[in-house]
């Protein structure tokens, strides 16, 4: 931790003395990027400005003492309603007293406020290096009115139908990738079910197939 | 039509003395998109590739995924931890009991439980006889798509073999739902080591005949030798992972760098090929198969006695007698059904090795119940994602291998 940004060394303070030698080496080398980290059950995390997410991809990709180069996962997480990560502030809303209350609750005492004071998305990076073996997982929290983050096809190639498909089943755009269309669902389907405010049971009517010569080309050729 | 027979008649006569394709040279040619799939008798797997061809040269190709989109991740969502078992049976559908480990590990993680060591073992046999199931049902099925119809015949009845062996440790062939979650479904039934023993001989002496019909088969590496090549960097730039990579020469096996279960106490090779085709791909499965089978014979060997579920009463079901009579049990049993095993709020991500890769599952927990979201890293899609570099610059003919080394299971990347 750098000495110029106190609160994260507050927070590093709370989390313990027990830093994974994995996340020291990433908190040194990101510096103020990082803005939290943690560690449960030997994941090790970490947070970062959604600004920054290509320098820290590519930094983390580069260094020679991480070398992540597999990139296995892009997804995001959908915190509709939550202030929080549950590990960080295992806090509710409660509409009864209007306040925060904690945790334990059971599903259907949720009461959702339309927004929380914290970006609702978190898309999630999961890499992995085949040179020393460690893995790391990255999140950018992206705020529910500009659902967007930048891509990281430049980083890792392999990000490309990943992404596709956090954008198919959640809505968040990747800013700069080359393909962005949906992958699983057809073009004509209405939102994104893998948002906690579509109902599981909300059914779609299905489109009727059209021949690949009446659509427009979709690939610039 | 007459500009084309106008120009056959006159170019060769204008360029005389040249050879032949550049006498065909000006023909004006478009490009001729064709469907491949979602339904074709060539891939198994439902699965669209729009290629774009010149001649029979592959120039673009655009791989269309999502047939088998059922929506296991908002399913996921609904059920407690322990009901959700049953929907990865339908992830991998060749290879179930590797899914369902996968997914018990990765909710056992996040609960912090260690199970018994019998259960870790009888796990690991069982994630291996699928493993066994699964290679032999995609080479078999590459092969068959070449017209080797016989090797087929004897790779499917070596899976029925691994079949009866699934059937005989959990009651199922193919939708296995056997793991729990802290434990397994029931014990090994009597008599079953000489069972597997038995089994799993027939097994490689079909796999040692399939192997003599195929990879010494003329047609057979004129197909697969060179097609579908992919560097070794560029695999793991597009996070390529499972035999794919292997066949690259990168020795990525998550059984190997990070072990689960009872892998670092066994011994075993990781096969790895060199040329990144797909001749290699189907090289590095047989191998892998012959591995599998070295590793259930030690299973089998150092198999410990014990129990095979763990007791914690936030996961087991309590004996039903004990239910009837006792308080506790009364208490835990509906604490189970009404509210599910309680985990603490966190996310873990815990990965094995599946038939086609690293089979991850990604679970965010908010304390209670239910996940609030249950990820599954699928290897097949990832796979997927580079296909069309792989086409691109082949034959038309070579789709057919190059897919079928991919080994693409609808049900996995389509989740």
Same mark, same amino acid.
């Given at each position: 931790m750098s000495a110029d940004t106190p609160d994260n060394t507050n927070q590093a303070a709370e989390a313990g003395p027990a830093l994974s030698p994995l996340l020291t080496k990433v908190t040194e080398l990101l510096g103020a990027m990082v803005l939290e980290h943690h560690s449960f059950r030997s994941d090790d995390r970490i947070h970062v400005e959604r600004e920054n997410i290509v320098q820290a991809a590519t930094i983390l990709r580069d260094d020679p003492d991480l070398?992540?180069?597999?990139?296995l996962d892009v997804t995001a997480v959908d915190y509709?309603?939550?202030?929080?990560d549950f590990e960080t502030k295992p806090m509710i809303w409660d509409r009864n007293t209007s306040s925060m209350r904690k945790l334990?609750?059971?599903?259907?005492?949720l009461v959702l406020p339309p927004?929380?004071?914290?970006?609702?998305f978190a898309v999630v990076y999961h890499l992995m290096s085949t040179k020393h073996l460690h893995r790391l997982r990255i999140k950018s929290r992206v705020p529910e009115d500009d659902p967007s983050i930048a891509t990281l096809t430049t980083v890792w190639p392999g990000a490309n139908w990943l992404e596709r498909e956090t954008w198919d089943l959640y809505g968040i755009r990747f800013n700069g990738h080359p393909d962005l269309r949906r992958i699983?669902? @057809?073009?004509?389907?209405?939102?994104?079910?893998?948002?906690?405010? @579509?109902?599981?049971r909300h059914e779609q009517p299905i489109e009727p197939y059209v021949g690949p010569a009446a659509k427009e080309p979709r690939r610039p050729q | 039509m007459s500009d084309l027979l106008q120009k056959n008649l006159v170019a060769p006569n204008n360029l005389k003395g040249t050879g032949r394709p550049d006498a065909f040279d000006?023909? !004006?040619?478009q490009p001729m998109r064709i469907q491949?799939?979602?339904?074709?008798?060539?891939?198994?797997?439902?699965v669209k590739i729009e290629l774009d061809l010149e001649g029979e040269r592959v120039v673009d190709a655009d791989v269309q995924v999502g %047939?088998?989109?059922?929506?296991f991740e908002k399913e996921c969502e609904t059920g407690f931890f322990y009901q959700n078992i049953p929907y990865t049976?339908?992830? !991998?559908y060749s290879s179930a009991i590797l899914n369902n480990v996968g997914y018990c590990l990765a909710v056992e993680k996040l609960f912090d439980i260690k199970t018994p060591p019998r259960c870790n073992f009888i796990r690991l046999i069982g994630s291996e006889i699928s493993r066994i199931a699964d290679h032999l049902l995609a080479i078999g099925a590459s092969a068959m798509e070449l017209a080797a119809f016989t090797p087929m015949l004897y790779l499917l009845e070596g899976r029925e073999l691994m079949y009866d062996l699934s059937d005989a440790i959990?009651?199922?062939?193919?939708?296995?739902?056997?793991?729990?979650?802290?434990?397994?479904s029931a014990d090994l039934p009597d008599g079953f080591k000489n069972f597997a023993i038995e089994r799993l001989d027939k097994t490689i002496k079909l796999i040692d005949d399939a192997d003599r019909l195929l990879t010494e088969n003329p047609i057979f590496r004129e197909r697969t030798e060179g097609t579908g090549h992919f560097p070794a960097n560029d695999l793991l730039a597009w996070g390529v992972t499972g035999p794919i990579l292997r066949a690259?020469?990168?020795? %990525?096996d998550v059984r190997r760098v990070t072990? %689960?279960?009872? %892998?670092?106490?066994i011994d075993f090779d990781v096969p790895v090929g060199e040329h990144s085709d797909n001749f290699d791909r189907y090289l590095v499965r047989m191998e892998e198969v012959r591995q599998s089978r070295r590793m259930i014979m030690q299973c089998l060997d150092k198999l410990p006695d014990g129990p095979? !579920?763990?007791?914690d009463p936030r996961v087991r079901w309590p004996a039903k007698g004990k239910v009837f009579s006792r308080m506790e049990e009364l208490i835990d049993q509906f604490k189970l059904v009404l509210e599910g095993g309680m985990p603490p709020a966190g996310e873990v991500y815990h990965a094995v090795e599946a038939a086609n890769g690293e089979l991850g599952f990604y679970i965010v927990s908010d304390?209670?119940?239910?996940?609030?979201k249950c990820r599954c890293r699928a290897p097949s899609f990832s796979n997927m994602s580079p296909l069309k570099h792989m086409l691109?610059?082949?034959?038309?003919?070579d789709v057919v291998p190059t897919f079928g080394m991919m080994n693409m299971i609808g049900g996995e990347c389509d989740r």
């Open positions: 070398a992540f180069d597999l990139l509709y309603g939550q202030p929080d334990p609750l059971r599903r259907h005492q927004k929380g004071p914290h970006p609702r699983y669902l @057809y073009e004509e389907f209405v939102g994104h079910p893998l948002r906690k405010d @579509y109902d599981k | 000006d023909l !004006n040619t491949f799939g979602p339904s074709h008798p060539a891939t198994h797997g439902t %047939y088998l989109h059922r929506g049976d339908r992830l !991998n959990c009651g199922a062939r193919v939708t296995t739902n056997f793991t729990r979650i802290g434990g397994i690259g020469g990168i020795p %990525y072990p %689960y279960l009872v %892998y670092d106490q095979v !579920n763990v007791d304390g209670t119940g239910k996940a609030w691109i610059g082949g034959q038309l003919a």
